[in-house]
């Protein structure tokens, strides 16, 4: 029995699968808007897509696990394997991409504090861990 906090139970786009399916989760289960060539599906989809993003931001900022670092990975995989719509997919990846590239440039500015080789705040104080 799976408990929670569990991804497969806490978000929206997951489900654990059942006996019958041979257990394990369906990392991404979200269902398209319909056909492209509708106006507003695309779109829909995007937007949903958007909203997955943040529900699995938000998870993994609340649960910072070992388990939940490799999510992505899964959700990714998921996306590929069950042929997920366009709109869902590059909803979600740039979602994931706005929250990831920020961070990023943080890590690649100079530190005001000075560090050693292993990122440790060298100088007045007590030695703490620098960025990284």
Do not use: W
Not at 11 to 16: C, T, V
Not at 28 to 34: C, H, R, T, Y
Not at 71 to 83: E, F, H, K, T
Not at 89 to 118: C, I, T, W
């Amino acid at each position: 029995m799976i408990k929670s906090p569990h991804p497969a139970l806490d978000l929206s786009f997951m489900r654990a699968k059942t006996r019958e399916e041979g257990g394990g989760i369906e990392y991404f289960n979200v269902a398209s808007a319909g056909d492209y060539s509708q106006i507003g599906n695309y779109t829909a989809d995007c937007e949903r897509g958007r909203a997955c993003a943040q529900e699995y931001l938000d998870y993994i900022g609340r649960h910072p696990t070992n388990g939940n670092a490799t999510l992505l990975g899964c959700i990714a995989l998921d996306m590929v394997r069950n042929q997920s719509p366009k709109g869902l997919v590059l909803g979600f990846m740039g979602r994931v991409n706005e929250y990831s590239m920020p961070m990023a440039q943080m890590m690649h500015k100079p530190s005001a504090v000075p560090v050693d080789e292993s990122g440790h705040s060298v100088g007045a104080g007590i030695a703490t861990e620098g960025a990284r």
